[in-house]
């Protein structure tokens, strides 16, 4: 079932924006560039119907303020489903925030926003989605940011019908991504490059219509793990307490007919 990843050549395929998207070093390092004139992207050849997907990145340096770098699984159609790291970025020494949403059948609005216990830009860290048929798991570094659990028992869609492929992109977002839109892109500083490596797909591959996994039990069991452990239970309370800056289960002003079922059901969040 595995697809073990490691060479962004084998794996990706540059989808946009010309040269300034680059795969370098024999297919170990991938760069996304943006300037006045386009940003630009990359997607995945593989589809992927659940396992565990990392992938290093160093965000852009120093003034990032206005730009948005993407990082995403989402599948096709419109009633699509999508699990969503996206990066805002800020001027120097001022802290990105970290953007979530979670879409299934097409719908999203389920934003939580983070900011991170370290500068994201100096060095690579390891960005994580864990999908399975029970729950999503955002997580940076092993340490767990999100849980969307399975809640379709109380007629929450949950994304687990459709294949999804990976993606990323840069692009230029200054009319919202920092502070809200007050911070323009200083295009003084273009271009602006956000870098990634060590891919790793411990996951199924979907091909005509069959899971790769079909016939390895064993792995699909461990793929289908239902719960959080309990360090990793404390690891997200953590995030949560100190670094969450914006959750739309709490947001009524948002939801004036009321939070969504998934936000008042015991034990989510
Ligand atoms: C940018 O920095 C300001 C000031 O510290 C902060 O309020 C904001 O949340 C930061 N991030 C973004 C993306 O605006």
Redesign the pocket.
Known sequence: MVALGGNFNQDFVLTWGGDRAKILNNGQLLTLSLDKISGSGFQSKNEYFFGKIDMQIKLVPANS?GTVTAYYLRSDGLMWDEIDFEF????SG????L?TNVYSQGKGDREQQF?LWFNPTVAFHTYSVLWNSQHIIFSVDGTPLREFKNMELIGVPFPKKHPMRIYSSIWNADDW????G??KTDWSKAPFTASYRNFNANACIWGSGVSSCISKLNNHARLSAIELDLKSKKRLAWVHKNFM?YNYCTDRKRFPQGLPPECTATGSL
């Open positions: 303020a805002l970025g800020n001027l001022e802290p990105y925030v953007h900011y991504a920092t502070r809200g007050l911070v800056i």
